[in-house]
């Protein structure tokens, strides 16, 4: 069974940095893997994906600050985030699209529990 599980989550001040991982058990294959944030009341934002060669996507809001990332191997995937803003409060999950080589798909299937990330100013 797939199974996606994400950790690293916590609180930084403005600034700050934090870095997420996301460990995928279960399936092992070619899959799009991404990064999405959602805070109450809002649309959920995806933040940045990365294909199964290790091609990565930004949205605008975060790029030049994070760095999207797997290791096959180690069946992981992480997500290095620098110079955090209070707008960076989100609920952080990780997400997986089967056999989506390219991610230009977008049918993420399996999502992960989700981890906290608050920045305070």
């Known amino acids: 069974q797939v199974k996606l599980v994400e950790s690293g989550g916590g609180s930084v001040q403005a600034g700050g940095t934090l870095s997420l991982s996301c460990s995928d058990s279960?399936?092992?294959?070619?899959?799009?893997m991404g990064w999405f944030r959602q805070v109450p009341g809002k649309e959920r934002e995806e933040v940045a994906t990365?294909?199964?060669?290790?091609?990565?996507k930004y949205s605008d809001s975060v790029k030049a600050r994070f760095t999207i990332a797997r290791d096959n191997a180690k069946h992981t995937l992480t997500l290095e985030m620098n110079s955090l803003e209070p707008e960076d409060t989100a609920m952080y999950y990780c997400?997986?699209?089967?056999?989506?080589?390219?991610?230009?798909?977008?049918?993420?299937?399996?999502w992960g529990q989700g981890t906290q990330v608050n920045v305070s100013s």
């Open positions: 997400a997986a699209d089967l056999l989506d080589l390219y991610c230009n798909r977008g049918d993420y299937s399996y």
């Open positions: 279960g399936y092992y294959g070619n899959m799009c």
């Open positions: 990365v294909s199964t060669t290790g091609f990565p």
